[in-house]
């Protein structure tokens, strides 16, 4: 199976207040976020993240060691705990964009959303981050455009989704819902 996620920011309190997230306080999400993850992502699996996975935190290597899968980091802005380059043995590639064939369908990925990416007039699906589920002018412009999805757990239910549930998910709620 491949899953998709993005701006986990595990280890960030701020976030919390930030995108107005369900928990108490860090731990919580973390935990959380963690054991949504674990639930569906097994080891053989591959997940991209979309970035922003782990950001200010003491030791990001504790959350990289409890996350399953076989994990594609695609960079965000906050994905500074890359400066350890250690740490990047946890990850199959770290790259800022991709491109994978999921289920006969062909999907780009970037941490940031575009306005246009390669395919866009060919079906290919635009996955981003970045965002949040801020109703910013962004927001608002990415739900007008064809095949592209916002993956930020913020906007998914704070668990990593395969490319049929998030667009079912999408179907389910709306573009901007």
Not at 45 to 65: M, S
Request: proline share 4%; aromatic share 12%.
């Amino acid at each position: 199976m491949i899953y998709y996620t993005a701006d986990l920011h595990l280890g960030h309190a701020n976030v919390i207040a930030f995108e107005n997230r369900p928990f108490s306080d860090v731990e919580e999400m973390d935990k959380a976020l963690i054991a949504n993850w674990r639930a569906v992502v097994q080891p053989n699996d591959d997940i991209y993240v979309l970035g922003d996975l782990i950001f200010r935190c003491k030791d990001p290597e504790a959350y990289l060691e409890q996350l399953t899968g076989r994990i594609h980091l695609i960079k965000g802005n906050h994905d500074t705990f890359l400066k350890n380059k250690a740490l990047e043995r946890y990850f199959v590639e770290i790259c800022d964009i991709k491109t994978v064939a999921d289920n006969g369908r062909r999907v780009f990925m970037c941490h940031y959303p575009l306005a246009e990416w390669p395919g866009y007039y060919r079906n290919t699906i635009h996955l981003f981050g970045h965002i949040h589920n801020s109703r910013n002018e962004a927001f608002e412009i990415m739900g007008m455009l064809p095949n592209n999805y916002n993956v930020g757990v913020d906007c998914i239910g704070f668990t990593p989704l395969t490319l049929t549930r998030i667009i079912e998910f999408y179907g389910e709620r709306g573009r901007n819902g």
